[in-house]
């Protein structure tokens, strides 16, 4: 496998919204070694997710290390999952405020709010259906992620600016107080 570039905030790849994948291209060698590398590129980076815009790929697809419909976080020997051309749908009203951090973005967190549960609609990486509902960490990492398939950063969403930190300043005085 690959380790592939990360693109970074300012680069317009970030910024335009992301072409929808054909189920027949997933049958190219091609697509699947994508799908591999961007895995393999998550992990190196330590990420959680990973959208193709952040490869330099305008495509709709990310990958996620995730499990959608609980908040147990994968064991190392879970294969993470991949979501291709996904529908997101809020369930219920509730939006809830938490710390995110972005690969595009390194060494920034920032609070951001989200739908607390969401129902996610799409293709996996042979083509299947993914039709699950998630809440709370799971369903911010997939909102997050399907954001940059629209061209969306996590500084868009952002009330306020306020919390704003550098990474080394969130683990000295923020982590430790997660609400």
């Given at each position: 496998m690959s380790l592939l570039k990360v693109a970074r905030m300012g680069h317009p790849v970030l910024r335009a919204r992301a072409r929808e994948i054909e189920r027949a291209e997933l049958k190219q060698g091609s697509m699947q070694k994508l799908i591999d590398d961007m895995i393999d590129t998550m992990h190196e980076y330590h990420g959680v997710g990973l959208a193709a815009p952040q490869i330099h790929e305008s495509l709709r697809i990310f990958v996620a290390a995730i499990a959608p419909e609980n908040d147990d976080p994968l064991s190392p020997d879970d294969e993470p999952m991949v979501f291709i051309n996904p529908?997101?749908?809020?369930?219920?009203?509730?939006?809830?405020?938490?710390?995110?951090?972005?690969?595009?973005?390194?060494?920034?967190?920032?609070?951001?709010?989200?739908?607390?549960?969401?129902?996610?609609?799409?293709?996996?990486?042979?083509?299947?259906?993914?039709?699950?509902?998630?809440?709370?960490?799971?369903?911010?990492?997939?909102?997050?992620?399907?954001?940059?398939?629209?061209?969306?950063?996590?500084?868009?969403?952002?009330?306020?600016?306020?919390?704003?930190?550098?990474?080394?300043?969130y683990s000295r005085y923020w982590s430790k107080d997660r609400d």
């Amino acid at each position: 496998m690959s380790l592939l570039k990360v693109a970074r905030m300012g680069h317009p790849v970030l910024r335009a919204r992301a072409r929808e994948i054909e189920r027949a291209e997933l049958k190219q060698g091609s697509m699947q070694k994508l799908i591999d590398d961007m895995i393999d590129t998550m992990h190196e980076y330590h990420g959680v997710g990973l959208a193709a815009p952040q490869i330099h790929e305008s495509l709709r697809i990310f990958v996620a290390a995730i499990a959608p419909e609980n908040d147990d976080p994968l064991s190392p020997d879970d294969e993470p999952m991949v979501f291709i051309n996904p529908i997101i749908t809020p369930v219920g009203p509730e939006v809830v405020e938490d710390w995110e951090g972005c690969l595009s973005i390194p060494d920034i967190r920032g609070r951001v709010p989200r739908a607390r549960a969401i129902r996610i609609v799409a293709m996996d990486r042979t083509g299947g259906k993914i039709d699950v509902a998630s809440h709370d960490f799971p369903a911010r990492v997939i909102q997050h992620e399907t954001d940059h398939l629209d061209g969306v950063l996590f500084f868009d969403r952002m009330r306020t600016f306020a919390t704003l930190s550098y990474l080394e300043e969130y683990s000295r005085y923020w982590s430790k107080d997660r609400d």
